[in-house]
């Protein structure tokens, strides 16, 4: 028996039903009722709608090997980008969901191959500039028990609501999902702002495989340093690296990052 890949998006985010209208098109599926409402299924991968908000989600389904929820990215800068990341909340704010100080499993083979076939279809499809990037670990859920990964379009409503940019999200997880993920060790990525371009860099040119992404603002807010172990247990597949941004991460985490043993430090 395979195990389930769920394509998740709520019934209240505009970018989700954008993202999720054109998969539909874009991917034979299967129409399939539960209950009172219509679930989509592909070979192994299932489609499906949910109420409320994806950030406070429980769903206790067996068999599951991966989850990526489709949605919106919301920013004051209203900037214009394409997203992935892993949820988790790295200190004790959990204003977004989740548990303070919990993180979500992440999935560096299927964060990073999104990121790389967003990267790619927006080259080709756009006459204009879209920043597509990797997000630091922020907001739930925590706790579910197989990895999750964020695909979103950013950052506002009519961005979340265009048409050629949930083509492009959903052209970049048919292709990743009609292949088959290659799962192996994976890294974590400390240092640097939110959306770190070198991070983004590392994957996109060098096929790194990050998942997990501890920003310098967690480390000033008070995180406690056992949360990079943390992240690296929750990495799918084994995390073998850490990636540092050397200049945006404080000297008093450089020595704890020193100081773990059997792992490849990789300074950027």
């Not at 073998?240 to 945006?248: A, F, M, N, Q």
Request: with cysteine; glycine share 8%.
């Amino acid at each position: 028996m395979k195990l389930l890949k769920l394509l998740i998006y709520s019934k209240d985010d505009p970018a989700g039903i954008n993202i999720a209208s054109h998969l539909i098109n874009e991917i034979n599926f299967d129409k399939i009722k539960m209950k009172d409402f219509y679930v989509y299924s592909y070979k192994d991968v299932i489609l499906f709608p949910v109420e409320g908000s994806l950030l406070d989600l429980n769903i206790n389904i067996d068999g599951v090997e991966w989850a990526l929820f489709l949605s919106k990215h919301k920013s004051e800068s209203k900037k214009l980008c394409l997203t992935v990341h892993t949820p988790g909340n790295l200190y004790e704010k959990n204003t977004m969901g989740g548990r303070p100080n919990e993180v979500a499993i992440s999935n560096p083979p299927l964060q990073c191959n999104l990121l790389k076939a967003l990267n790619t279809i927006s080259n080709e499809k756009l006459n204009m500039n879209i920043e597509v990037t990797i997000e630091a670990t922020h907001h739930g859920p925590t706790d579910l028990k197989f990895p999750v990964t964020f695909i979103e379009i950013g950052s506002d409503e009519n961005a979340w609501k265009n048409e050629l940019l949930g083509s492009i999200v959903a052209k970049a997880i048919s292709d990743v999902i009609k292949s088959p993920l290659m799962v192996a060790p994976g890294a974590i990525g400390i240092g640097g702002g939110h959306y770190s371009d070198k991070f983004t860099k590392k994957i996109l040119e060098e096929s790194a495989l990050i998942g997990h992404i501890i920003p310098k603002y967690a480390m000033i807010e008070g995180m406690n340093p056992i949360m990079i172990v943390k992240c690296m247990n929750k990495t799918f597949g084994g995390c073998s690296k850490i990636y540092v941004d050397w200049k945006g991460t404080p000297s008093q985490f450089k020595n704890i990052i020193k100081s773990i043993e059997n792992i490849e430090i990789i300074k950027i």
